[in-house]
C-alpha cells in the first residue's frame, strides 16, 4: 500500500542522548515535512525537504538535524541540544503546489 | 506570515445536530486553505481543502466548510453530527507564493455525545 512509515511509534531516551526518528514514503511525493506537535500548540514545523540532498530550516530546527539522501526517505535526529524534546513528531510530504499534505502515523518521543 | 486562528479549544454538540468548527487566517497573497482531523496518536488526515472557485468545498465523511474571503474564515460544518465524529480538528493555510510554509491553528477539539 502506499503511504508514509514512521518508526518508532514510540521511544524513550535518556537525557543526553541523540535519537533518530524514521520517515519512509513510497508516494513518489517531492516534498516532505518534519512538524512537531505538542497540547495546545498546533504543528511547529522543524525541517523541510524539496529535493533529494536539499533541506531547509523551518521554525523551530535547533537542535534537531535531517539528512535527505533518497527520495523516499527523510530521518530526523533529535540531538542532546534540544532543550525540550518530550513531543509528538509527524512526517509529511506533498505532491503539488496546491496540494495538502499527507501524514504518517507519528512517532512519541519521551525523554526520561 | 500567514497564520491561522481557531477561537474555540473545544466545541461539544449532541449527536445529530450539526456542527461548526470556527477558523480564521491572515495572509498576505491569496490562500490555500485547509481542514484536517486526527484521531489520539494518530496523525493528521486531509479533509477538504480550497484553493480556488466556489465557496461552498465539500470533503471526506460529509463535511464541508464556507471560504469567506471578507471576514477571512474557513468554518468546517456537518449537517448532522456523529459520535464518531469526535476528535481534534486543525485548520491550516498556505500562502499560494510560499509552498512550503504551511501555518497551523492550535486545534479544536470536538465531543460528539449521544
Known amino acids: 500500500d502506499g503511504g508514509i512509515t514512521q518508526s518508532p511509534k514510540y521511544l524513550f531516551r535518556k537525557e543526553g542522548q541523540n535519537v533518530t526518528l524514521s520517515c519512509e514514503q513510497n508516494?513518489?511525493?517531492?516534498?516532505m515535512y518534519w512538524y512537531r506537535q505538542d497540547p495546545g500548540q498546533g504543528l511547529r514545523l522543524i525541517y523541510y525537504s524539496q529535493i533529494v540532498n536539499d533541506f531547509q530550516k523551518g521554525d523551530i530546527a535547533e537542535g534537531y538535524s535531517v539528512s535527505r539522501e533518497k527520495k523516499e526517505s527523510f530521518p530526523l535526529t533529535v540531538t542532546s541540544a534540544q532543550k525540550n524534546p518530550t513531543a509528538f513528531y509527524l512526517c509529511?510530504?506533498?505532491?503539488?503546489?496546491?496540494?495538502?499534505?499527507?501524514f504518517g502515523e507519528g512517532s512519541r518521543l519521551t525523554v526520561l | 506570515a500567514q497564520s491561522v486562528a481557531q477561537p474555540e479549544d473545544q466545541v461539544n454538540v449532541a449527536e445529530g445536530n450539526p456542527l461548526t468548527v470556527k477558523c480564521t487566517y491572515s495572509?498576505?497573497?491569496?490562500?490555500?486553505l485547509f481542514w484536517y482531523v486526527q484521531y489520539p496518536n494518530r496523525g493528521l488526515q486531509f479533509l477538504l481543502k480550497y484553493i480556488t472557485g466556489d465557496n461552498l468545498v465539500k470533503g471526506s465523511y460529509g463535511f464541508e466548510a464556507e471560504f469567506n474571503k471578507s471576514q477571512t474564515s474557513f468554518h468546517l460544518k456537518k449537517p448532522s453530527a456523529l459520535v464518531s465524529d469526535s476528535a481534534l480538528y486543525f485548520c491550516?493555510?498556505?500562502?499560494?507564493?510560499?509552498?512550503?510554509?504551511?501555518?497551523f491553528g492550535a486545534g479544536t477539539r470536538l465531543t460528539v455525545k449521544p
Open positions: 508516494l513518489n511525493h517531492d516534498a
Open positions: 509529511a510530504t506533498r505532491l503539488t503546489n496546491t496540494g495538502e499534505l499527507f
Open positions: 495572509v498576505s497573497g491569496n490562500p490555500y
Open positions: 491550516a493555510v498556505r500562502d499560494i507564493n510560499n509552498n512550503n510554509d504551511m501555518r
